[in-house]
């Protein structure tokens, strides 16, 4: 089994990892997540930089972790899109230099894809056709996965925000720290999910037709914005925790039941959830609930494999090798829109 460097740049995770097979050897993660936390939201600049400054020093110890050299490295995997283009350039500029002075294959694989093969490390390569949930502060990608290294369809996206970046917002409004996701998780544990019932979008049998597997999220942060205007407009205090309690149940309802409608739709008995909103124990019970009354295999990686890192991309570069597809060219670009038809480029 080839030794595979996998790289992970897409964001504010400089993530380097080695796989052989499905075999996990190491995964060394920095992040400079509290450098963007003072303004709100991550800065592309400053990820940029910080990915320059992390990625030596991460590759220095993900090569110790797994106690091998840099010349025992078969193939270098590098997430080369979606994500931000000046922090995607930083891995991939990285990535070729490696390539061509090993001389070695490089292969630029899907960062999203990417959240769904990580599975492999965990439960072993996957034997039938599985449906993966892609939910982050980014992306809420609903995945056919025919064969992770030849052949994923996307059936649904978020048409606008992502379930991660509805959560930060409704903490932000809600008066919690930056990213608020899991502020807002911690709170509705204590709330009632019934105590407010906000819309779910995209479940009327309209849309069922024209939109079976999109999200929406933006309508129903707006609802929430709006109730707790109303409710200080009256003098009332916000009952934070339930309004979080009621938005989170309203996340996690339309998440799961869209997936497990087209699990029933596809025909298909496993399930993955990956990418950091995975993290929310909203959407981890109903899933796991739900699932196992519909007889569907649900699969939810250890949260550090969920949120971003390089063993989710050495993960799929792996699969991409055993399956013998062509190598990148050393002059391929990154791209920031990927589309999830691309396993890689
Ligand atoms: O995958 P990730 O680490 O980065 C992106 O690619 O976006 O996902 C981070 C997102 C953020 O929006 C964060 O607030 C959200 O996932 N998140 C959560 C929880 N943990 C992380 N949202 C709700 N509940 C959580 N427990
Ligand atoms: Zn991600």
Known sequence: MELILGIESTCDETGVALVRGTELLADVVSSSMDDHARFGGIVPEVASRAHLEAFLPTLDAALDKAGVGLDEVDAIAVAAGP???????????????????????????????????????????????????????????????????????????????AAGEAFDKVGRLLGLPYPGGPHVDRLAREG?????????????????????????????????????????????????????????????DVLVAKTLRACADHDVSTLVIGGGF??????????????????????????????????????????????????????????????LSTISV
């Not at 039938?128 to 996307?154: C, F, P, Q, Y």
């Not at 890192?309 to 090798?321: F, R």
């Open 83 to 161: 994500g931000l283009v000046g922090s995607l350039t930083v891995g991939n500029a990285a990535a070729k230099a490696l390539a061509l002075a090993l001389d070695r294959p490089l292969y630029g694989v899907n960062h999203v894809i990417g959240h769904a093969a990580v599975d492999e490390l965990v439960h072993g390569a996957f034997r039938d056709r599985t449906m993966a949930l892609v939910v982050s502060g980014g992306h809420t990608s609903l995945l056919l996965v025919n064969d992770i290294a030849t052949d994923v369809t996307e059936l649904g996206h978020t048409l606008d925000d």
């Open 192 to 252: 009632d999910p019934a105590a407010i019932r906000f819309p779910r979008a995209l479940t009327s049998p309209k849309d069922r037709e024209r939109h079976a597997y999109d999200f929406s999220f933006s309508g129903l942060k707006t609802a929430v914005a709006r109730w707790v205007e109303a409710c200080e407009a009256d003098g009332r205090a916000v009952p934070v925790a339930d309004v979080a309690a009621s938005f989170a149940a309203a996340v996690a």
């Open 278 to 339: 995975s993290a929310n124990s909203q959407l981890r019970e109903l899933a796991q609930a739900r699932g196992a009354e519909a007889g569907i295999d649900v699969r939810i990686p250890p949260i550090r494999f969920c949120t971003d890192n390089g063993a989710m991309i050495a993960a799929l570069g792996s699969a991409v090798v055993r399956r013998g597809v062509e190598p990148s060219r050393l002059d391929i670009g990154v791209d920031s829109s990927m589309p």
